[in-house]
T-cell receptor, first 115, second 113 residues
Framework: DVKVTQSSRYLVKRTGEKVFLECVQD?????MFWYRQDPGLGLRLIYF???????EKGDIPEGYSVSREKKERFSLILESASTNQTSMYLC??????????????FGPGTRLTVL | GDSVTQMEGPVTLSEEAFLTINCTYT??????LFWYVQYPGEGLQLLLK?????DKGSNKGFEATYRKETTSFHLEKGSVQVSDSAVYFC????????????FGKGTRLSVIA
């Protein structure tokens, strides 16, 4: 079974702090993704990566950065956390099949609160 | 750009009722279509998918048919159970490969005994 793990289920940070959210997958998937989930807005893509050291902006990259130094690990970084970044953050991974993106497997999510 | 529109919830049904959650899409080319489910406190998991027109995806009693003529992928189940209470997301991937998955906003289903 594919397993995607996220470093924390719940996280509370203060405004202006630097925040790291870690995601690890154990099935050698090429693609990894970070989404945020908000009531009434569904899932919105922040960043994704289709290879080590590669990254692509999603729909809402502002205020975030990412790092992919190893294939199995994809980190989301909030350089200076703000209250409007309070949200549920979901990581996902998938195999890459040609130019099509295959089924995505999700981690359990990190609920981040910024005070 | 590509988009997915699904019916707003919440939807509340009695056990054994028939379920339909509507989903329509806008996309260039020939997208693949998915339904994901999120149970309370968990991440999303794939429920079913269809990759070409007229394909029917099915799993756990749920079904959805890829209708290109109406650009729809409605989710149905003949008899819901309390354990089906969750949030359901319709999604697509465009074969252009530019955006991995585009999600609808989700529909919360509550099934009462």
């Amino acid at each position: 079974d594919v397993k995607v793990t996220q470093s924390s289920r719940y996280l509370v940070k203060r405004t202006g702090e630097k925040v790291f959210l870690e995601c690890v997958q154990d099935m050698d998937h090429e693609n990894m993704f970070w989404y945020r989930q908000d009531p009434g807005l569904g899932l919105r893509l922040i960043y994704f990566s289709y290879d080590v050291k590669m990254k692509e902006k999603g729909d809402i990259p502002e205020g975030y950065s990412v790092s992919r130094e190893k294939k199995e690990r994809f980190s989301l970084i909030l350089e200076s956390a703000s209250t409007n970044q309070t949200s549920m953050y979901l990581c996902a991974s998938s195999l890459r099949v040609g130019r099509e993106y295959n089924e995505q497997f999700f981690g359990p999510g990190t609920r981040l609160t910024v005070l | 750009g590509d988009s997915v529109t699904q019916m707003e919830g919440p939807v509340t049904l009695s056990e054994e009722a028939f379920l339909t959650i509507n989903c329509t899409y806008t996309a260039t080319g020939y997208p693949s279509l998915f339904w994901y489910v999120q149970y309370p406190g968990e991440g999303l998991q794939l429920l079913l998918k269809a990759t070409k027109a007229d394909d029917k995806g099915s799993n756990k009693g749920f079904e959805a048919t890829y209708r290109k003529e109406t650009t729809s992928f409605h989710l149905e189940k003949g008899s819901v159970q309390v354990s089906d209470s969750a949030v359901y997301f319709c999604a697509l991937t465009s074969n252009s490969g530019n955006t991995p998955l585009v999600f609808g906003k989700g529909t919360r289903l509550s099934v009462i005994a």
